[in-house]
């Protein structure tokens, strides 16, 4: 069966750091994947997505992510994080049927 | 905004009691889909359906039913309900009801409906 790891339930860096936000699939075929953001009170926001040929995928509001098949990864990424990026995190896999597999997220805090 | 709307977007109800969600899908689209987020089991898939008829079913309750109408709207009803039940229920719509290949028929999310059983 599909499934989605995030390792890190919480992260916090400092405005103006670097982000990288961990995630791991466990999928047989070429995956379909994606990250979302929720921010409080909000539904989800669709920030990327992976369907095939290049493995590094650029997303909204400056971030990117880069599949590793190698790896079983597609970790996320942003250079220089803002204090609006604080929200939660979440990965996902498109499993048959469309459906998503989600992990369990991480919630992202940013100090100023 | 996604064009999928739900509604209500607040419910609080009782223990015992019944509620119905809405949802009304992207114009176009034939798939909806249900989702539950809840604090101890994360964002799950409910249940699918494409064009009217059931398509997948993921860890939906016994509870809990769906159906799509012509017009392609869904709704969700949850029965006797239980203090686990409180969640943000989202609602999703795509294109199609399947992907094939590089071309994924990618979901658009709704706001959600907020679920509190007391």
């Known amino acids: 069966a599909q499934s989605v790891t995030q390792p890190d339930i919480h992260i916090t860096v400092s405005e103006g750091a670097s982000l990288e936000l961990r995630c791991n699939y466990s999928y047989g075929a070429t995956p379909y994947l994606f990250w979302y953001v929720q921010s409080p009170g909000q539904g989800l926001q669709l920030l990327l997505k992976y369907f095939s040929g290049d493995t590094l995928v650029q997303g909204i509001k400056g971030f990117e992510a880069e599949f590793k098949r190698s790896q079983s990864s597609f970790n996320l990424r942003k250079p220089s994080v803002h204090w609006s990026d604080a929200a939660e995190y979440f990965c996902a896999v498109g499993a048959p049927g469309n459906k998503l597999v989600f992990g369990a997220g991480t919630i992202l805090r940013v100090k100023s | 905004d996604s064009g999928v709307t739900q509604t209500p977007k607040h419910l609080i109800t009782a223990t015992g009691q019944r509620v119905t969600l809405r949802c009304s899908p992207r114009?176009?689209?034939?798939?909806v889909y249900w989702y539950q987020q809840s604090l101890d089991q994360g964002l799950q898939f409910l249940i699918q359906y494409y064009n009217g008829e059931e398509r997948a079913k993921g860890n939906i309750l016994e509870r809990f039913s769906a159906q799509q109408f012509p017009d392609l709207h869904s709704e969700l009803n949850l029965s006797s309900l239980e203090l686990g039940d409180s969640a943000l229920y989202f609602c999703a719509s795509s294109t199609l009801g399947t992907s094939l290949g590089a071309s994924y028929n990618e979901q658009f999310f709704g706001p959600g409906t907020r679920l509190t059983v007391l």
């Open positions: 114009s176009g689209d034939l798939s």
